[in-house]
């Protein structure tokens, strides 16, 4: 019985193991015949032609798509994610850090459907503005040129995006900034500081790994997501650095917008470009974690 | 430089908890004052009191007057961070920081302060460490992490850090509770050469080592727990541990009670 | 010996008058308002842009002015303070704004479907120009997808932090742990694709006369996925809170280990593994992708989640999105603020719960 139970219970932590495993190998195994079906590099083309006679598709535009948009939703969040970490670690009182830091816990369980839903019918508009004041004022820059139409572009995309990956980077980065030992603090106030000067001598260095592997979470969640992306962008196969004008596209957001016209080889391009997604995250987040288990292991040691 | 303290009245509370009642006492210039009594009698929150140290705590407040050469600290319109970088503090734990090396540590005060010309810092750094003397268990190791010191040279090298900023009074909170015999006795020894220039006031557990190092004792005691600590009695170190006025004193130093 | 007084010249260490001044608050609000007034004149006045743009550069006016004014009375150090204060506040306000903007429009626009027809009815030969129509479909769908998902992932998910707990060691526990930290950052959408290859183009073929068959149990596989390493997690926290002596006292009466897990460990933590628990489900019911990808959505009402198309809400919301029909936005609306209802609603009580837990 007892032998039993440990083998099952042993089994079942191998899962994990497996089930990781096991996704490379059924997405590869479909993968491949699509990819040797296709008459274009796979890697290089910009276009996504897979149900055609002669499939023609290719991961670079949604590739860049996608890193875009998640640098420019990072760009955009961590500052504001890591002001509000300190925020509710060391500037408000502990009646207002707890209901609002809760709030923030909420804002991560809001489906992504949600955001996409609201960042389209909502969100769009104030953006849509902005961007026809940003073309009309800069656009002798690249990044805001262009004629229009405005809307469905990268910058709502990246925004929505910035908005869902902000309370994970949030409620991380205040853990870490809370566990600042009080004795360093003590000793940077005790040394004449004010209370920003003690943030940059105590808690930010103590805090670094911590917030870096925060942001990469926060990067793997980004890079991922789908249906918010799917109903934000404007969904145009191209390699632009225009922020504003329709267009943009993302790996994930294409296989939920062409997945439902995918004959057989379509399916096998689409999980093509999955795998690709796949590696990735996977990439990312063993960053991350290998970060966060590097300074778990410092912090126990110097305990 | 070094400057007189004056207390009088002084109460502190964690929120509505009093901790300390009405201490007065006066400290002179260029001395060491010791401050003993059983745990949990305030000592510690007094200490926390002359530097502003107290007020950091949650819900911690302050009532009385605290005067450094005639300033009362608790002034409305005072600087704490004057307050703090004039009365420099050393804590029980040695607290350097993690993520510096002895250098940064050493010159931490100096960089907040606006200091940033290398050379400058590179001889307050020096002059700091040696005064701690510890500069010639680090002079070929500066650039490495502070933390990887043992205890008792880390607490030098806090020290180092404190008086790096010229302080005039520094406060030492039972600095040597974590060390071992021989690094206590460094820093005892270090106590008497800092004494020239600075105000020292130190809490301590070890009345010896309040015996050893003093120039004044302060005893304070509780009644029972849950009451606020009071100083019984204040005098020459000599006084107290010779001839105390007080009964309670005398039960203290000769070990019958606390 | 002296110390450094003399040899830093320059630099007052210790300034013998403690006493400073404040910037007054007054002061501080006349700057605001200046910045501003200022900024409504730059902006208006030279047809910049709207209130909008007064606003954002009369706190950058304001910013700069207050940085000033502080430094001249108080010191640099002190304005640096300020500022990265006001900074630190500034952050919050700004992502509180469309956190109230869902929450508004959430409740606005979805109200306007809310009624019985909407949870009694199916999208069932509801054409372009039908105002009706409902999320009954996709309400059973979520709630047998969710519900299968968990059948399979907690038994799964317990015993694997039960194996890292009680009985790993060495090497490949260490990998185990950091592999499933690994997994929690998976995107649903690859999930979604896994169980595409595996279950629907591959083993569902057997079971349908080799033609692959989506349906809503392929949509659990893929949320179990996606929920398992949650609830490992969680749940070996949560083993781990239970006190050493609790086993030890089990094994001292001779009680097999397996035993003592079952009977003593696992009903001490038992609370805390539903918290863990009802968050991994609040996450998978919210998850679209994964359905999108291997349950097909569907109009009509399929109880039967191993055959056939189903929908879900979560999916409906996406489907009724991207509907040209003037009354699918309402719809959608509607589905969006009862996902979201019945998301938060789990979170909620999982958290209140975890809160009790941590007092007794």
């Known amino acids: 019985m007892e032998t039993g139970f440990r083998a099952l219970s042993t089994a079942a932590g191998a899962m994990v193991l497996v089930i990781i495993v096991a996704i490379a190998i059924f997405l590869i195994s479909k993968a491949v015949p699509a990819l040797q079906a296709n008459t274009e590099n796979f890697l290089s083309y910009k276009a996504w032609f897979p149900n055609d006679a002669e499939p023609k598709f290719g991961i670079a535009a949604l590739a860049f798509g996608t890193v875009l948009t998640s640098i420019i939703a990072l760009i955009v969040a961590v500052p504001i994610a890591l002001g509000i970490a300190l925020f509710l670690s060391h500037y408000a009182p502990k009646r207002l850090a707890n209901p609002l830091g809760f709030i923030i816990d909420l804002l991560a369980a809001v489906p992504s459907v949600v955001f996409g839903l609201w960042g389209r019918d909502v969100f769009r508009v104030p953006v849509q503005d902005f961007s026809v004041w940003l073309n009309k004022y800069f656009s002798w820059l690249p990044i805001f040129g262009g004629d229009g139409p405005f809307g469905r572009s990268i910058l709502l995309g990246s925004l929505v995006l910035a908005i869902m990956v902000l309370p994970i980077v949030t409620s991380l980065s205040r853990e870490v900034f809370q566990q600042t030992p009080l004795m360093n603090e003590e000793a940077a106030l005790a040394l004449g500081a004010t209370k920003w000067e003690m943030i940059r001598t105590a808690v930010v260095p103590y805090g670094k790994p911590g917030v870096i592997a925060a942001i990469m979470l926060g990067l793997g969640r980004a890079l991922g997501e789908t249906i918010a992306l799917a109903l934000t962008l404007g969904i145009v196969f191209n390699i632009s650095f225009n922020l504003i004008e329709s267009g943009g596209n993302s790996i994930a957001a294409n296989i939920a917008n062409t997945f439902g016209e995918a004959n057989a080889t379509g399916r096998g391009a689409l999980i093509a470009s999955g795998l690709v997604l796949f590696a990735i995250t996977l990439v990312v987040n063993m960053a991350a974690r290998a970060i966060i288990y590097r300074r778990r292991e410092f912090r126990d040691s110097a305990a | 430089m070094a400057k007189r303290i004056e207390a009088s009245n002084v109460s502190s509370y964690y929120g509505s908890f009093k901790a300390i009642d009405s201490i007065s006492m006066t400290v002179e210039p260029k001395t060491i004052t010791a401050l003993i009594g059983p745990s949990g009698c305030g000592k510690s929150t007094f200490l926390r009191s002359i530097n502003r140290m107290h007020e950091v705590l949650p819900n911690a407040r302050i009532e009385g007057r605290l005067t450094i050469d005639d300033q009362n600290i608790y002034d409305s319109d005072v600087d704490v961070t004057a307050v703090r970088r004039m009365i420099g503090m050393v804590f029980q734990r040695p607290n350097p920081f993690p993520t510096m090396s002895i250098y940064e540590n050493v010159v931490a005060g100096l960089k907040l302060n606006g200091v940033k010309k290398k050379s400058l810092l590179d001889d307050a750094a020096e002059k700091s460490l040696k005064s701690a003397n510890l500069w010639d268990e680090v002079k070929d190791r500066l650039a490495r992490p502070g933390a990887g010191l043992s205890g008792g040279q880390q607490q030098r090298l806090c020290i180092a850090r404190t008086i790096a900023v010229q302080p005039q009074v520094v406060l030492m909170d039972e600095p040597c509770s974590a060390l071992d015999p021989i690094s206590t006795l460094a820093i005892e020894d270090l106590m008497f050469k800092l004494k020239d220039q600075f105000t020292i006031i130190i809490v301590t557990h070890n009345m010896q080592q309040a015996a050893r190092v003093s120039d004044k004792t302060g005893f304070f005691s509780i009644e029972k727990t849950g009451d606020p600590g009071r100083l019984i009695e204040y005098d020459d170190t000599q006084k107290i541990f010779s001839n105390p006025a007080e009964k309670k004193t005398e039960d203290y130093i000769t070990g019958r009670f606390g | ?360």
């Open chain 3, 1 to 360: 010996m002296s110390l450094l007084e003399k040899e830093v010249p320059g630099v007052v260490m210790t300034p013998d008058n403690i006493r400073s001044k404040k910037l007054p608050w007054a002061v501080d609000l006349g700057v605001a308002v200046v910045a501003l007034i200022v900024a409504a004149a730059v902006v208006l006045g030279l047809g910049l842009g709207n209130w909008v743009l007064v606003v954002v550069v009369g706190i950058v006016f304001y910013l700069a002015g207050m940085f000033a004014a502080a430094t001249r009375v108080e010191g640099r150090r002190s304005a640096r303070n300020r500022l990265w204060k006001t900074l630190i506040y500034a952050a919050c306000i700004l992502a509180i704004l469309p956190l109230a903007s869902v929450v508004w429009t959430l409740v606005s626009k979805g109200a306007a479907r809310l009624d019985g027809e909407f949870f009694g009815t199916s999208m069932n030969n509801i054409g372009a120009r039908d105002p009706n129509g409902g999320a009954y479909h996709a309400i059973i769908g979520t709630l047998e997808q969710v519900g299968l998902a968990t059948l399979m992932a907690v038994p799964l998910g317990v015993l694997g932090a039960i194996y890292l707990v009680e009985y790993g060691r060495g090497k490949f526990a260490l990998t185990v742990r950091f592999f499933v930290d690994v997994m929690t950052g998976i995107p649903s959408i690859v999930a979604g694709l896994f169980i595409l290859a595996f279950w629907v183009l591959i083993v569902s073929p057997w079971f349908n006369n080799g033609t692959p068959r989506f349906s809503g149990f392929a949509a659990s596989l893929a949320l179990t996925v996606l929920m398992l390493p949650t609830i490992v997690r969680s749940t070996e926290e949560m083993l781990r809170l239970v006190p050493g002596p609790l086993r030890e006292g089990a094994y001292a009466l001779g009680v097999p280990q397996w035993k003592t897990i079952v009977k003593v460990v696992l009903p001490t933590a038992l609370p805390g593994i539903v918290t863990g628990v009802m968050l991994a489900v609040a996450r998978a019911a919210g998850e679209t992708a994964p359905v999108l990808l291997v349950a097909g959505g569907a109009a009509a009402i399929n109880f039967d989640p191993f055959a056939g198309n189903q929908s879900s809400l979560a999916l409906y919301v996406y489907q009724q999105a991207g509907d040209a029909s003037r009354f699918a936005p309402e719809r959608a609306w509607t589905a969006a603020l009862t996902l979201v209802a019945l998301v938060l609603i789990l979170t909620i009580a999982a958290k209140l719960l975890a809160r009790r837990n941590r007092l007794t």
